[in-house]
């Protein structure tokens, strides 16, 4: 076994599809056979189902994956070792959701990029939660900043920053506009949400249902921009993180509707990362980058 299987390995496990996996090595794909073939015959195991054209990782093959990664780690912390270690240069590998990239991150990239301009960020805002969490624990992504109640994972490390505070908004001629209600006053408003995997929607969905009634939106969408929109043309009413509403409703775009019972989760923007990975340099800063901007 070397390194060159574990990294074809590694690729094919992402891609799990053979061509594609040879066009990104730029090797033949009888050549990322073979590699894969005598991979599983060293290891004395079967990595993966072929199925067809696709092929899927078998629970063996999961199990190794993760060692690769844990491999790759130790590897990319010996070659940062024998450089300078103060030298903050790559790319960092973020999800982040559709709010927190419009409305909280282009600041905070801005002064991290002219103090680190050797860095380079591929932020992935569609993900959603959940897979959010398996690509950061597989190690196809570096850190996964989220909006969702406070957590624990035991392979993660998550850290909690400032409370994200949900509210409410409609149209300016809808007749909630500024009014004070309960969310038992909502249950036959038509609804316009963010996707089903956003965290603050499942939590109010659940309390509405606790309540008797089912939250059942008449569309959603994964962009806060496009449900403001929606919502200044008098379409129904929704609920985003303030930070996605506020100079909307500043600016006389969109009216909030003040909710008397306490939204009924507490929200608060919080970043992980996998224990077991190497923080480079520059993920290292980043942490830190965002520690400093976002305490309570």
């Known amino acids: 076994m070397d390194t060159k299987q574990l990294n074809t390995f590694r690729h094919l496990a992402k891609s799990l599809n053979f061509s594609q996996t040879a066009m990104e090595l730029n090797f033949a794909q009888s050549t990322v056979s073979a590699q894969i ?42 070659i940062s070792s024998l450089k300078d270690d103060s030298e903050v240069v790559g790319e960092l590998n973020i999800y982040a959701p559709n709010s927190i990239c419009v409305y909280l991150l282009p600041c905070v990239l801005t ?27 597989s190690g196809k992504i ?18 909690s920053h400032r409370e994200e505070e949900i509210i409410f908004i409609c149209s300016n001629d809808h007749p909630l506009a500024e009014s004070v209600v309960s969310l038992n006053d909502l249950k036959d408003q038509n609804f316009i949400t963010t996707e089903p995997t956003c965290g603050y929607r499942a939590i109010l969905s659940n309390h509405l249902l606790s309540l008797g009634h089912k939250l059942d939106p008449v569309m959603w969408f994964d962009n806060a921009e496009a449900i403001k929109q929606c919502i200044m043309c008098d379409m129904g009413i929704s609920f985003l993180p303030k930070i996605a509403a506020e100079e909307d409703i500043a600016t006389n775009k969109i009216k909030q509707i003040h909710i008397s019972d306490k939204f009924p989760g507490q929200i608060k923007l919080q970043s992980a990362t996998h224990k077991q990975k190497w923080l480079s340099p520059a993920l290292r800063e980043f942490i830190t980058a965002l520690a400093d901007e976002f305490s309570d």
């Open 111 to 137: 002064q991290f990029r002219k103090k680190f301009p050797g860095v380079t960020f591929r932020l992935r805002a569609h993900l959603g939660t959940k897979r959010a969490l398996e690509e950061l624990k």
């Open 142 to 159: 570096d850190m996964a900043i989220l909006l969702e109640e406070v957590f624990t994972d035991q392979e993660l490390n998550i850290q």
């Open 37 to 78: 073939r005598s991979l599983e015959n060293e290891l004395r195991l079967t990595l993966f189902d072929r199925l067809g054209k696709k092929v899927a990782l078998t629970i063996e093959g999961k199990s190794v994956l993760n060692y690769a990664n844990r491999f790759r780690n130790i590897e990319d912390e010996f």
